[in-house]
Nanobody, 121 residues
Framework: QVQLVESGGGLVQPGGSLRLSCAAS????????MAWYRQAPGKQRELVAQ???????NYADSVKGRFTISRDNAKNTVYLQMNSLKPEDTAVYYC???????????????WGQGTQVTVSS
C-alpha cells in the first residue's frame, strides 16, 4: 500500500508563496495520477490541481495562473508551487495518489494526512 507524506505548509502573508511536497512510499506497481485537494473549515474538500503520470495537468479555476503542480516520477513525489496566495487559500491541503499494487490489480487511491496552509497578515 502507498503511504503519502506531505510537507511545506505553514503561515504566509497575502501575496506570498509556499511550496508543498508529497512523497509516496510503500509497496506498489505503478502510480498514476497525483493530485492536491484542500478543505477549508466548514467547506467540502475540493480539487486544487491534478497531474497524470505523463505530465498532463488541470487546475481549479480559483488557482489557475497562481499555482503550479509538478511531479518527479523517479522520486514518486508531487509538488504544488503556490504563488500570490490569498486568505481564501487557507485550508488543509491533502495529497492523493491513484496507484496499482500489482500489474493486474485495480487502481485504488491513497491520501496523505494533510498539511495546514494559513494565509494571513
Amino acid at each position: 500500500q502507498v503511504q503519502l507524506v506531505e510537507s511545506g505548509g505553514g503561515l504566509v502573508q497575502p501575496g506570498g508563496s509556499l511550496r508543498l511536497s508529497c512523497a509516496a512510499s510503500g509497496r506498489f506497481f505503478r502510480i498514476y495520477a497525483m493530485a492536491w485537494y484542500r478543505q477549508a473549515p466548514g467547506k467540502q474538500r475540493e480539487l486544487v490541481a491534478q497531474i497524470t503520470s505523463g505530465g498532463n495537468t488541470n487546475y481549479a479555476d480559483s488557482v489557475k495562473g497562481r499555482f503550479t503542480i509538478s511531479r518527479d516520477n523517479a522520486k514518486n513525489t508531487v509538488y504544488l508551487q503556490m504563488n500570490s496566495l490569498k486568505p481564501e487559500d487557507t485550508a488543509v491541503y491533502y495529497c492523493k495518489a491513484d496507484y496499482q499494487i500489482g500489474q493486474v490489480t485495480n487502481v485504488i487511491d491513497s491520501w496523505g494526512q494533510g498539511t495546514q496552509v494559513t494565509v494571513s497578515s
